[in-house]
């Protein structure tokens, strides 16, 4: 079974620093919002393997793209399968609260 390389977008980097910023407010606590972007960051490499575990991003604005949601608790990861280059993009993490038809992917 072949393992995939991961890279993450900037965009992705972008979103793990703001959940992890929410967090931090919102729980006044370092500890609890590095456990959980350690938790996320857990899921997403595990997507080295088995990428196609989870289902498609269903959307008219991507076409004959290999993009995949991963739902992890209230977050969804939003990853780009590339066979060709044997890996995974990370595009997104967002939460499951905003609309996705409305969220820049790329």
Do not use: G, Q, W
């Not at 992890?20 to 350690?38: C, D, H, L, P």
């Not at 993009?67 to 209230?74: E, L, T, V």
């Amino acid at each position: 079974m072949d393992k995939y390389d991961i890279k993450y977008s900037p965009k992705a980097i972008k979103d793990l620093i703001v959940i992890k910023n929410y967090i931090i407010v919102n729980s006044y606590s370092v500890v609890t919002a590095e456990k959980f972007i350690e938790s996320l960051i857990t899921i997403i490499n595990s997507l080295n393997t088995m990428p196609r575990r989870y289902p498609k991003f269903k959307s008219e604005r991507i076409i004959d793209e290999d993009i995949r949601i991963c739902p992890i608790k209230n977050y969804i990861i939003i990853y780009n399968i590339n066979d060709n280059f044997n890996s995974i993009e990370i595009l997104r993490v967002i939460h499951t609260s905003r609309n996705l038809d409305y969220i820049k992917l790329f």
